[in-house]
């Protein structure tokens, strides 16, 4: 579970009503499916203007998921995250791992780097 501000109820939600389920979000991406689709659609298009649109629509409903969520820890008086602080820290991270068929780790990593980016874990120290 997820303490601290920003999103504090980001995770577990208000009312035992899950706003952010993301172990679900990251099974997607631990199947032989879900990580094709991710290099699929990462890897087929152009640097063009209008494959950088098309790109954006694609990620439109998940930024908008993540926007509520702001929106929500916002309302509630909590500071959430920048959205690219979100992108970067949370998204960006799991998508490379399915880009480069990375697995994350079994459970709990979804969390860990929820945690992270609400300052409640630290960051792996470099090797």
Known sequence: MVTGAGLSGAVEGQDGVPALDAEAGVA??????????????????PRSAPAQGKRARQFERR???????????????????PLDQILDQLVAPLCLRAIFGIDPPASGYPELLVDRLLGGAPAPRPA
Do not use: D, K, N, Y
């Open 28 to 45: 997607s991406i631990r199947t032989p499916e879900g990580r094709l689709l991710i290099r699929a659609v990462a890897l087929s298009m």
């Open 63 to 81: 930024i908008g998921a993540i926007e509520r969520i702001r929106e929500r820890a916002t309302a509630r008086g909590e500071t959430p995250p």
